[in-house]
């Protein structure tokens, strides 16, 4: 995708600021409250944004010391200082589920949740939606507003499910963006055998949080067909969107687990997985992809051309940074049905490399993500395996759930975190992973996770990145299903590796947990934490706010909601990278689209650059720490 500076003239920029400063926006506008225009720069890394210099080629005259304005209050001048992040203190988060409404709530068996701001009053909502239930209940969403804090400066939650419109739908998963572009958040939700009465399609947002079905929009039926007696529906297991072909809108990706009817849960081979172009107003065109079909599959068993691989989970950022969304899928179904028997399919992962105009390659095998070739537990490498004469050979894959990209090593491009169920009896099957980008040309990955420190555990389900203390590391966690499985925590440590909390310096200490969400609920600088599955407890952090901190929110010109944006920065402990995303992981979490990044003891953020989702540049400079800004491709920059 072609890059382009955003530039603005000097004088212009410069007035813009005046204006702001004098509050001549007729609404009493303070210092706390100014904006400013975009920078003048082409210089990219190289650009100051605190350098006010000549207005004219070859001008020599300083400027009347009256007419001087002032950066804005945001902008940091003079060096940034660098200083040590502050070291948690235990327990690191607290359960407040109860002070905030949550627990007083009827949620109906949850089990994913969605962090979206859904009556844009600018405060990060939840949606929640259960996994399975039991007649006579439906798969039906629960909306759940963040009201703000009251008079004694508590915040609380209220439940606004039936104004929302959605209190009756049934879906299997919702993926929040704003698809026609009117500056509100709308929701694609998914269907299958489990919410087998729902719609597939959009759902558009009147801009206060009221939705209203604007139909399938040329999506294909989630029928497959009937086999004695029952209807098949697709598993439509995980989805995302993205502007993938650089028009401004948003277009749609979702993948397809085992198929089934509400009576034969997933007996049924899975379809290939499904790209729709968008065109800005609910409507979609479906766009083909390559075969999906693992050739080794084809080789031993040919009658089985034409399967696609079983998703669980899909994930879309820029990992070649190249200026458009790539796609990661993690499938699964991999291995030997049960102990002692033949391996069925090869489920690799798929890594979609967009070549622009709607062209995908899978360059999963290339890059290393997908499968490895090292077993369970503490087993490096398997043989392949053999059956009654047969060979099969390895690696068989993954039975991949969650996943979730961000650049763990702070080098500037992003990493990729995938949760895996090793079962005991698939000897082939892939760990839970950390693969390390190594960056350009050949955008290869190197799987580290016990290198880095993760130990082994044959349940992991859902995978998360985000900095806990601030410290401008991403820190990891996990969750997981089976018997007395916990939530584990890991910090990363400042030589990269990750060390693993205690469940008493982590304060929650919770059996069979869900996935969970991350927000700053609470708007205090850092990211607490949201499960639903298992506990519905919300987790307010104890610890970030001992360490700077800088949080961005965006509205790009299309779309509007600046999906695929991706924002770079600088601080002592190296580059830091967010990229924002809409849909993520197993039956979709929603990230917030607010980005967070910790900045340890530096007084500021160094070279803060977005790159618009239509690749244009636009570079704040040097920003004070501990700000929260709202920033308009093209015009304000506010403090909110």
């Known amino acids: 995708m072609k890059r382009t500076f955003l530039a603005l003239s000097l004088p212009l920029a410069l007035a813009a600021v005046a204006l702001a400063a004098c509050g001549s926006d007729g609404g009493g506008g303070s210092a706390d409250t100014a904006t400013t225009a975009v920078d003048t720069t082409t210089g990219g ?131 929040f963006a704003d698809i026609d572009n009117d500056g509100d958040e709308d929701v694609f939700t998914g269907v299958s055998f489990r919410a087998a009465n729902g719609q597939v399609g959009v759902w558009l947002n009147d801009g206060a949080g009221a939705f209203t079905f604007a139909g399938a929009g040329g999506i294909a039926s989630p029928v497959l067909g009937q086999s004695q007696g029952n209807t098949i529906y697709k598993e439509i297991s995980a989805a995302s969107l993205a502007d993938l072909d650089g028009d401004g809108f948003l277009d749609l990706y979702y993948g397809t687990w085992y198929s089934g009817s509400p009576t034969t849960d997933g007996q049924y081979l899975p379809p290939f997985d499904e790209l729709y172009r968008g065109d800005g107003h609910g409507g979609w065109t479906a766009v083909t992809l390559p075969a999906q079909t693992n050739p080794l599959t084809v080789q031993v068993e040919p009658g089985l051309a034409g399967t696609g691989r079983p998703t669980y989970g899909v994930a879309m950022a820029d990992f070649d940074d190249d200026g458009d969304m790539d796609i990661f899928v993690n499938n699964y179904g991999a291995g030997r049905p049960a102990l002692g028997s033949a391996p069925s399919l090869w489920e690799w992962n798929f890594l979609w490399r967009n070549d622009g105009a709607m062209q995908f390659t899978d360059v999963g095998v290339e890059a290393g993500v997908a499968a490895t070739q090292r077993g369970i537990g503490g087993v490096e490498k398997e043989d392949a395996v053999v059956f009654q004469g047969t060979t099969y050979p390895g690696p068989i894959g993954g039975n991949g759930f969650g996943c979730q990209w961000g650049d763990l090593d702070n080098d500037g491009d992003m990493d990729l975190a995938v949760g895996t169920i090793a079962h005991p009896d698939y000897p082939q099957s892939d760990r839970t992973m950390l693969h390390y980008n190594q960056g350009g040309p050949d955008w290869k990955f190197s799987e580290e996770s016990k290198a880095r420190g993760l130990e082994y555990y044959e349940d992991e389900l859902h995978p998360a990145l985000m900095d806990v203390d601030n410290d401008g590391r991403l820190d990891f966690a996990m969750s997981r299903l089976r018997g007395g499985s916990k939530w584990e925590l890991y910090l990363q440590q400042a030589d990269q590796k990750f060390r693993m909390l205690s469940y008493a310096e982590t304060g929650v200490d919770i059996q069979r947990p869900g996935p969970t969400v991350w927000l700053d609920y609470d708007g205090d600088g850092d990211l607490d934490f949201f499960m639903p599955l298992g506990a519905s407890v919300l987790m307010e952090n104890q610890v970030g706010q001992a360490n700077h901190w800088l949080e961005l929110r965006l509205v790009a010109t299309a ?44 007084s500021g953020a160094g070279n803060v650059t977005i790159r618009w989702p239509n690749g244009e540049v636009q570079v704040l400079g040097d920003v004070k720490a501990d700000r929260r800004l709202l920033v308009t491709q093209g015009g304000e920059i506010t403090a909110y």
């Open 559 to 602: 779309p509007r909601d600046a999906t695929g944006a991706r924002v770079t920065i600088t601080t002592s402990v190296g580059k830091q990278v967010r990229e924002v995303t809409s849909g993520n992981g197993h039956y979709n979490t929603q990230l917030s689209r607010h980005l967070m990044f910790g900045l340890g003891g530096d």
């Open 45 to 175: 890394d190289d650009a100051d944004a605190t350098t006010v210099g000549d207005t004219e080629e070859g001008a020599d005259t300083e400027a009347p010391a009256d007419t001087f304005v002032p950066p804005p209050e945001w902008q940091h001048e003079g060096p940034i200082v660098p200083g040590a992040a502050v070291s948690p203190v235990a327990p690191l988060f607290v359960d407040v589920a109860a002070d905030v409404g949550i627990s007083a709530m009827d949620l109906a068996s949850p089990g994913r949740a969605m962090v979206v701001d859904f009556d844009g009053d600018g405060r990060d909502d939840l949606v929640v939606l259960p996994t399975t239930v039991t007649a006579p209940a439906t798969m039906s969403p629960k909306f759940l507003r963040n009201a703000g804090k009251d008079a004694q400066g508590a915040v609380h939650f209220e439940d606004v499910t039936a104004a929302s419109g959605m209190a009756t739908a049934e879906t299997d998963l919702m993926v």
